[in-house]
């Protein structure tokens, strides 16, 4: 069947006869159609039939020599350093309470204000206490008037024992002389040479003398009896002495605390009471005043427990150490000194807490601030080492870039250790002499060819 327009359908078509012109018309909007398709088909299937002609954009890449800057692997001793952010707390801190009643009359410090030991902090009202010493020193001195009055009856009576024995040694020499003569006149009865009557009378001589005795020895016994009644009366007056005197120093100790003074060197907080106010020994539902100690100050910081055996170890051979960065710059540091560590490991955490003392004589360190924390101590050994900043992060891991001998290089993945600077300790996947890409990795790929270009600092390229 003919796909060509007859003149006849032209003309039923459009109703008017066909005429030369009209054909030479329609066939060339058939001829510019097929044109216009086959253009359309040669677009649509040129770019395949070109990407198979050209290089593809890796082969490209691959083949492009890539300018690199390169570092040796060497061999050295990384310090180990943790990084944590630790908190300031103060060495001590002690709230000062009142220790007697009274209206506080005065105060003698400003809010925030450094103190030292012994500085005076606040006045209480002491006239109450004064008064109640006054009392208990007269009566401390009315004991001790009473010891002496009891000590001078012992004396007294002291005196008339020796008395009385004195008085015992006289009739005893009187009995005897006595008896002497009335041995002597009964031979003389019996003689006959004095008479009876003489001889009875020197008998009563000699018993009187004894009743004398009889008399001074119950004398004696009646005044060393008084002496005992002396010695329980001073002892009784030493005890209301003593009773009396600890009533004083009680009330001289209750005086003292009318007078409060700082205990230690530190810095105080905000007042809770003022000038006027009544303190109380009882009951203060909070201090007058708190004062921290901020020199020495302690800085504590929790460090994960996977350092545990290095930082004990450090600790025993006294190598551990703890620099705080003031407002994390590392140039501006202070050095503390380990004093504390936990005996226990925290199980909801996974970390250890330490603590440090700083010595803080510029109190640079504030209570309750949070600084950086390094904590460093040296390793078991040397390790191999790589600049920092030829260690990346990529899909397959920590990873460098290792240049081979043909100048090609690898991408080589690497067991990172700990950082210390600008060195990097590589525990696997590294050795002694390797060289690795530190600079232009981001227009590597495995396989690429590189050339190397001198370091920064000006230092001959590595071959």
Do not use: C
């Not at 031979?187 to 009876?196: A, E, I, K």
């Not at 004083?248 to 009471?273: C, F, H, K």
């Amino acid at each position: 069947m003919s796909s060509e327009t007859s003149p006849v359908d032209v003309e039923k078509a459009t109703g008017r006869p066909a005429t030369g012109e009209g054909k030479n018309s329609f066939g060339k909007i058939i001829i510019a159609l097929i044109v216009l398709i086959a253009g359309s088909v040669l677009i649509y299937f040129a770019p395949g039939m070109l990407k198979g002609a050209e290089p593809s954009k890796a082969e490209k890449k691959r083949d492009r020599v890539v300018p690199v800057t390169v570092a040796t692997a060497g061999l050295q001793t990384v310090p180990i350093e943790i990084r944590s952010i630790g908190n300031v707390l103060a060495f001590s801190t002690v709230n000062v309470t009142p220790q007697v009643s009274g209206q506080l009359t005065k105060v003698y410090f400003t809010q925030g204000q450094f103190v030292k030991k012994g500085d005076l902090l606040f006045q209480i009202d002491p006239r109450q206490y004064q008064a109640a010493l006054a009392q208990a020193e007269g009566n401390v001195a009315k004991d001790r008037a009473m010891v002496q009055s009891a000590m001078a009856n012992m004396m007294k009576d002291k005196a008339t024992v020796g008395q009385y024995e004195a008085n015992l040694k006289k009739d005893r020499a009187s009995l005897a002389y006595a008896n002497l003569e009335k041995g002597r006149y009964a031979m003389l009865v019996d003689q006959g040479v004095v008479s009876h009557e003489q001889s009875d009378q020197y008998n009563t001589n000699a018993a009187t003398a004894d009743a004398t005795i009889q008399a001074d020895m119950k004398a004696i016994e009646n005044a060393k009896a008084s002496l005992q009644v002396d010695q329980a009366a001073i002892d009784t007056a030493k005890g209301t002495l003593q009773s009396d005197q600890g009533v004083a120093d009680n009330a001289r100790l209750q005086l003292s605390w009318t007078t409060i003074r700082s205990p230690m060197d530190g810095r105080t907080s905000s007042l809770n009471v003022y000038e006027g106010n009544i303190v109380n020994a009882t009951g203060m539902p909070q201090p007058m005043v708190s004062i921290a100690q901020v020199n020495p100050i302690y800085v504590t910081v929790a460090v994960p427990e996977q350092y545990l055996a290095d930082l004990r170890r450090a600790q025993q051979e006294g190598t551990l150490k703890m620099q705080a960065l003031i407002e994390g710059r590392k140039a501006d540091y202070v050095t503390g000194t380990i004093s504390f560590m936990e005996n226990t490991v925290n199980t909801s955490t996974g970390t250890i807490t330490m603590r440090a003392s700083f010595a803080n004589q510029d109190s640079r360190l504030y209570p309750g601030q949070f600084v950086d924390v390094l904590i460093s101590m040296p390793p078991k050994g040397p390790s191999v080492t790589v600049p920092t900043r030829a260690v990346q992060n990529t899909q397959q891991g920590t990873s460098v870039y290792v240049v081979k001998p043909d100048k090609t290089v690898t991408l080589t993945t690497i067991k990172a250790g700990q950082a210390s600077g600008d060195f990097t300790a590589v525990l696997e996947g590294i050795n002694v002499g390797d060289i690795v890409v530190t600079d232009g990795q981001l227009q590597l790929s495995p396989g690429a060819k590189v050339q190397v270009q001198p370091s920064p600092d000006g230092k001959p390229k590595t071959e």
